[in-house]
């Protein structure tokens, strides 16, 4: 079967256990594999498509895996617009609505200088973490190295079971794996360094996740 989302990595997480007393426990195997996942991979950096609400000056972002917020674009008719990063409670809020300017992390909302005064799209640029969910269900790791995913969530449901010979069969298969992911991901990023600087700084890059 295709593995391509949080719904299909647990059943495939419960195939491949083939045993009743694992049932049900699949998400805290991908729990705990994504712990190592965050572990061993550095985050890379991904896109966001976020949509302001009229009369407000916040978006709710907790369901972004987000470990660190990058930058925050405004999409214009012309193009985008990059928007002023400031300190949460360091600028001065207008009651009156309009395109906002400048923008925070506040808890877990990102909070405008200004309410919106239409439904402004953005795209918000983030460091991310593994953690798959049902608001969450997928990543680029899932989409591209499902593998991987797999062995590392199956190898705690073989310590769930105390089955060591099961476990450890998996375990070498993501000891061999790991490195060439994080070499891939290292030669992307300095591929990324000979990107023209005018494409740069546009902020506009034909790869979608990495720095």
Not at 96 to 101: A, K, L, M, N, T
Not at 162 to 176: R, V
Not at 186 to 206: F, I, N
Request: aromatic share 10%.
């Amino acid at each position: 079967m295709a593995i391509s989302n949080y719904t299909q990595l647990q059943q495939a997480v419960s195939d491949w256990m083939a045993r009743a007393d694992v049932i049900g426990n699949a998400a805290d195997f991908i729990s705990l594999a994504e712990a190592r996942l965050n572990r061993e991979l550095n985050p890379v950096e991904v896109d966001a498509a976020l949509t302001g609400s009229v009369g407000s000056r916040s978006i709710n972002i907790s369901t972004l895996p987000m470990v660190e917020p990058i930058a925050l674009f405004i999409l214009l008719a012309g193009g985008e617009a990059q928007m002023l990063d400031r300190a949460a409670g360091t600028f001065t809020f207008s009651d009156s609505s309009g395109r906002p300017s400048i923008w925070s992390i506040d808890g877990s909302d990102i909070v405008f200088n200004r309410p919106c005064d239409q439904a402004y799209p953005f795209r918000l640029r983030y460091k991310q973490k593994f953690a798959l969910s049902d608001q969450v269900p997928t990543n680029w790791l899932l989409m591209e190295h499902p593998d991987v995913y797999l062995a590392a969530s199956v190898m705690w449901g073989g310590v769930f079971v105390q089955d060591g010979g099961y476990a450890a069969s998996f375990k070498t298969l993501l000891d061999e794996t790991i490195p060439s992911i994080r070499s891939a991901i290292a030669q992307k990023k300095r591929g990324v360094l000979t990107v023209d600087p005018a494409l740069q700084s546009a902020g506009r890059y034909d790869d979608w996740y990495f720095a």
